[in-house]
T-cell receptor, first 114, second 114 residues
Framework: GDSVTQMEGPVTLSEEAFLTINCTYTATGYPSLFWYVQYPGEGLQLLLKATKADDKGSNKGFEATYRKETTSFHLEKGSVQVSDSAVYFCALSDSHAGANNLFFGTGTRLTVIP | DTAVSQTPKYLVTQMGNDKSIKCEQNLGHDTMYWYKQDSKKFLKIMFSYNNKELIINETVPNRFSPKSPDKAHLNLHINSLELGDSAVYFC?????????????FGNGTRLTVT
């Protein structure tokens, strides 16, 4: 079945450090891949997405590339800020599943300290 | 101009009670969802409606009953509440049911059953 595995947190970084949060997936069909971010006390917001192999999603300095050969969609940012502190969720939606059913990873909590 | 709004934000109740959570979206989306997030931040879909029609009904107890009076509203009624129902419940919507339609989430309802 479909699933997403992302690196365990929490992750604590100093401001301006480089961020990588690993995400790998298993899918039956042709998935679209997403990163969502959840700030404290809020719902999830779409951060970026990629719908086919080799696509790169990017937003707010974050990037992730859809790698079919390694079934990965790792999230990166070159220089994190305190305001990036949040929980990050990798997710996939699979064409095989029919209706839009997002499978989420377990989330990775990022804390950025000044 | 909140896009997806759900009420109440917090709900504390005793075992055995019946409660409802309301959700409304003003994005003009056709599809709405209910997700449950447990204490470890794991997110799992419960239900999805498209134009008031149920299209995803995951394995949840039948004490949970969604109701969609129109495509802008999806309410969740829970009967005979149990301790294990304590979680954060998120409503979401998307433009369609296709597998690459991003979801827009509400801010969540934290349900505590005592």
């Amino acid at each position: 079945g479909d699933s997403v595995t992302q690196m365990e947190g929490p992750v604590t970084l100093s401001e301006e450090a480089f961020l990588t949060i690993n995400c790998t997936y298993t899918a039956t069909g042709y998935p679209s891949l997403f990163w969502y971010v959840q700030y404290p006390g809020e719902g999830l917001q779409l951060l970026l997405k990629a719908t086919k192999a080799d696509d790169k999603g990017s937003n707010k300095g974050f990037e992730a590339t859809y790698r079919k050969e390694t079934t990965s969609f790792h999230l990166e940012k070159g220089s994190v800020q305190v305001s990036d502190s949040a929980v990050y969720f990798c997710a996939l939606s699979d064409s095989h599943a029919g209706a839009n059913n997002l499978f989420f990873g377990t989330g990775t909590r990022l804390t950025v300290i000044p | 101009d909140t896009a997806v709004s759900q009420t109440p934000k917090y709900l504390v109740t005793q075992m055995g009670n019946d409660k409802s959570i309301k959700c409304e979206q003003n994005l003009g989306h056709d599809t709405m969802y209910w997700y449950k997030q447990d204490s470890k931040k794991f997110l799992k879909i419960m239900f999805s409606y498209n134009n008031k029609e149920l299209i995803i009904n995951e394995t949840v107890p039948n004490r949970f009953s969604p109701k969609s009076p129109d495509k802008a509203h999806l309410n969740l009624h829970i009967n005979s509440l149990e301790l294990g129902d304590s979680a954060v419940y998120f409503c979401a919507s998307s433009l369609g049911t296709t597998y690459n339609s991003p979801l827009h989430f509400g801010n969540g309802t934290r349900l505590t059953v005592t």
